[in-house]
């Protein structure tokens, strides 16, 4: 067994047993969960930030003693409370969040933090702003869409105006050395998410601990994933090949017993393009002056159709990733009414399809669960690509 506290100052420490069951296939790993988190930080007397997805600084964040929660829906919320607000095509992540929220389930937060990364996120934070004005700030992030010296210009300024807006709700005001040492933190605490993806195929873990082990990171301390993702990685084993490889591409893998639906059918998701995960792994910044290292980072991650990268681009990261991981085929998973994944996915597919990769698309609301039909589309598509 052992403990974790984190960097922030939690009242108490938890216990977590982070050991694993290396006799038993299908190995797990337990995470603390959200309501513990959540409890820890009130009660050491930091704020929390309830965050929308996808690109936000975390480091600016945490340099004024905010704490994330991340929102993705949540699945399995009854999504009545919300759907008097949006159009019936809204995508179910941001009809779930706006349920939660009007279902009292984000009170405990202190502000609501909400990254324009689509124009579903965007109607929520406007319907957020001007109609609901729930009891929390509510602070719209407006991410570029372009890449070069334009988009890190605005980035910059961005984050700047954010930098204000948390000045006047938290009365603090961090130095440049503080955000630095905020940043070079979240720069460590990436390097461990990226490390964990390295080394996926030795880790004493089945596919589903393993996304449940990253995915942490949209609400665990970082302090804690670290000492989370290095009980794991101080226990690689000789990896597994006996499998067929595919990419999972999509926002986010709700449920997450698809992944045991590929892996029961002879499958293994041996890397992810996933928004909430993959397109998240950062690289360090370069830059002495915090707002412009802060744009560099946010920057530095994958092709991402919210941050205005192309197609192709895109197609070139995916071919990439297919030759270096060896994989068999591309899994996209979609949101339904998610247009901006729909609008890229066909001319993906053709263009995988040109050069020989294989794909399927399916399309789910974050509430239901696997369906006998997607449950025999993802069979049948094992089955011709082995």
């Known amino acids: 067994m052992r403990t974790y506290c984190s960097f922030l100052g939690l009242h108490q420490c938890a216990t977590i ?26 009660e050491g007397g930091d704020l929390i930030a309830g965050v929308f997805p996808i690109h936000y600084p975390r480091e600016l964040l945490r340099a004024f003693g905010i704490h994330p929660i991340e929102i993705w829906g949540p699945p399995r919320v009854d999504p009545s409370a919300g759907v008097s607000h949006l159009q019936p ?40 702003l001007d109609f609901i004005q729930p009891q929390q700030p509510i602070i719209p992030f407006y991410l570029p ?25 938290t009365g603090k ?18 390097e461990k998410f990226s490390e964990l993806y390295i080394a996926r195929e030795e880790l004493p873990l089945s596919t589903e601990s393993f996304y449940k082990l990253v995915r942490s990171r949209e609400y665990v301390p970082g302090e804690d994933f670290v000492n989370l993702s ?21 926002i986010v893998p709700e449920p997450m017993d698809l992944f045991t639906a590929v892996e ?68 996209f998973y979609t949101v339904k009414f998610c247009e901006p994944e729909l609008f890229d996915t066909p001319i993906l597919r053709k263009a995988l399809q040109s050069k020989g990769v294989p794909s399927l698309i399916l399309e789910f609301d974050i509430n239901d669960p696997l369906t006998n039909q997607a449950l025999t589309r993802i069979e049948a598509f094992m089955e011709m690509i082995a």
């Open 264 to 331: 029961d059918f002879g499958g293994r998701v041996v890397a992810d393009d996933l928004a909430c995960c993959g397109r998240r792994r950062y690289s360090a910044g370069r830059s002495q002056d915090p707002f412009e290292r802060m744009a560099e980072r946010l920057l530095s991650g994958p092709p991402d159709w919210n941050r205005g990268n192309s197609i192709g681009q895109r197609l070139d990261y995916l071919v990439e990733m297919i030759d270096r991981k060896k994989a068999k085929g591309i899994l």
């Open 230 to 250: 290095d009980g794991v990685l101080d226990q690689r084993t000789d990896a597994e090949n006996s499998y067929t490889g595919i990419i999972l591409s999509g």
């Open 89 to 128: 095509y809204v995508c179910s992540i941001v009809r779930n969040a706006l349920a939660f929220q009007q279902s009292s389930g984000l009170d405990i937060v202190d502000l609501l933090l909400v990254p324009h990364a689509c124009d579903s996120l965007q109607g929520l934070g406007s319907v957020l």
């Open 173 to 190: 005001t961090p130095s440049d050395d503080e955000l630095q040492d905020a940043i070079v933190k979240e720069e460590r605490y990436d």
């Open 145 to 169: 869409r372009a890449d070069g010296d334009v988009a890190k210009e605005y980035l910059i300024a961005e984050l700047k105006t954010l930098y204000i807006q948390l000045k006047i709700i």
């Open 17 to 42: 047993i982070p050991m694993l069951d290396k006799t038993i296939p299908g190995r797990t790993i337990n995470i603390p969960p959200r309501s513990e988190i959540i409890k820890s930080i009130k």
